[in-house]
């Protein structure tokens, strides 16, 4: 069987840019999301630009021939050894967390002149700690996500966006899943539901448990279990904590945020935090949590299909993300004639190059209620930045420099 891969050119594009730059370039992300692959095609690019295969090593290590050189003096002494003298070389370390002490080892490559580094990691701890602060300017990080709308569309091409749409919820963004689509087996739905609990098995076992002295697995599929069917809620982790309790989880509010935080660190769940429009401020309680991947949601929730804004909210959000901005959940306070303070929610604040931009997410606006409390929001932002309702509704409409626009379009721009 030749070996599925996917292109992913921006990501291509982007680790050109920093090519031979005196920097360390990171790519994070979940696993499985395709990170060891952008780097073997890189390779490929560089070859093309006349770069000999000798100048370049790359070195997986969660692979078994190379677990001796998980210590990181054999692993720093391999690539000494395999160096074209007087040339420029390319290293990339594949999941560099494996190494204990990695840091020692990468930091004197990057002394050395003649050594472009690239590494990978599937915990966001990669950049934190002692020696990231120390190389605080030496390294850019590039997060990787599992594949867009738009990536899907290229390699499942359709003129039915919404056909399109479900098959994206319901075939997993995860890029090697589509192998399995495009082998268009009888039995697709167990293939791919073997292929995700393998990942979510994974991600569990390596990235949440043993990163944090972790034994109840069945613990925590069962809080994960309760955050996909709240994605998109505002829930503080006190309230997280009672409310497992009243589904017989007995866990206190520290542990469930330490829980939170590892769920984090291995990129399978985002935290978006609130952000006070009028006192343009981010704060730091009633967060929502968005998941990586709604492949991992169906086989958490054993395929219900249910609460489709929030999961539509889901897919906008990491879309944002995707395109490098900064994302807020909104609230803005206001008085009614009876001088009450009232807050409105807006879905996301969004922190762009040009400025903020605001968005409503909602699965249809076709009756005058749902239409008048997702403008009733944005109307109260009096500033002049953009303001956009995103809908599956078909067609663009204006309300007073409010647009709307049909949401899988959007997903393809």
Do not use: C
Request: aromatic fraction near 12%; hydrophobic fraction near 35%.
């Amino acid at each position: 069987m030749d070996k599925f891969i996917i292109e992913r050119p921006q990501y291509i594009k982007e680790l050109m840019m920093f090519k031979d730059a005196d920097l360390i370039k990171i790519l994070t992300g979940v696993r499985r999301s395709g990170k060891s692959t952008v780097y073997e095609l890189y390779a490929e690019e560089l070859k093309k630009q006349g770069i000999k295969p000798e100048q370049i090593q790359i070195i997986k290590l969660e692979e078994e021939e190379n677990s001796e050189l998980l210590d990181y003096h054999k692993l720093h002494q391999h690539i000494m050894d395999n160096l074209v003298k007087d040339k420029k070389n390319y290293v990339f370390l594949d999941e560099i967390q494996n190494v204990e002490n990695f840091e020692k080892a990468v930091r004197s490559l990057y002394e050395k002149k003649n050594i472009d580094i690239y590494l990978t990691g599937s915990n966001s701890k990669l950049q934190s700690g002692e020696w990231a602060t120390s190389l605080t300017g030496r390294y850019i990080e590039i997060k990787m996500y599992p594949l867009s709308f738009k990536e899907f569309l290229t390699i499942n091409p359709t003129d039915n966006l919404d056909k399109a749409y479900a098959d994206y919820l319901a075939y997993s963004s995860f890029p090697y899943a589509q192998y399995f689509v495009n082998l268009n087996m009888p039995d697709l739905k167990k293939q791919l539901d073997t292929y995700i609990n393998g990942i979510y098995d994974t991600v569990v076992l390596y990235d949440v448990m043993s990163k944090k002295g972790i034994v109840n697995a069945s613990r925590i599929k069962r809080i994960m279990k309760f955050m996909a069917g709240n994605i998109g809620s505002e829930i503080s982790v006190k309230k997280m904590s009672d409310m497992l309790k009243d589904d017989g989880i007995v866990i206190q509010p520290y542990l469930l945020d330490d829980y939170i935080d590892a769920f984090k660190d291995a990129f399978i769940w985002y935290q978006a935090d609130r952000y006070d429009v009028r006192g343009r401020k981010v704060l730091k309680t009633q967060n929502k949590y968005y998941l990586v991947d709604m492949g991992i949601r169906n086989m958490l929730m054993n395929d219900k299909v249910e609460d489709t804004g929030h999961i539509l909210e889901n897919i906008v959000y990491l879309e944002l993300l995707r395109r490098g901005y900064k994302v807020y959940i909104g609230k803005i306070d206001y008085k009614t004639k009876d001088r009450e303070v009232v807050t409105k929610e807006i879905d996301f604040v969004v922190e762009t190059p040009e400025g903020l931009e605001y968005y409503q997410v909602s699965d249809t606006m076709n009756d005058a209620k749902t239409l008048e409390r997702e403008l009733a929001s944005l109307k109260l932002i009096k500033d002049n930045y953009p303001k956009y309702i995103l809908t599956r509704d078909y067609g663009t409409k204006d309300y007073d420099g409010i647009k709307q626009l049909n949401v899988l379009e959007w997903l393809t721009k």
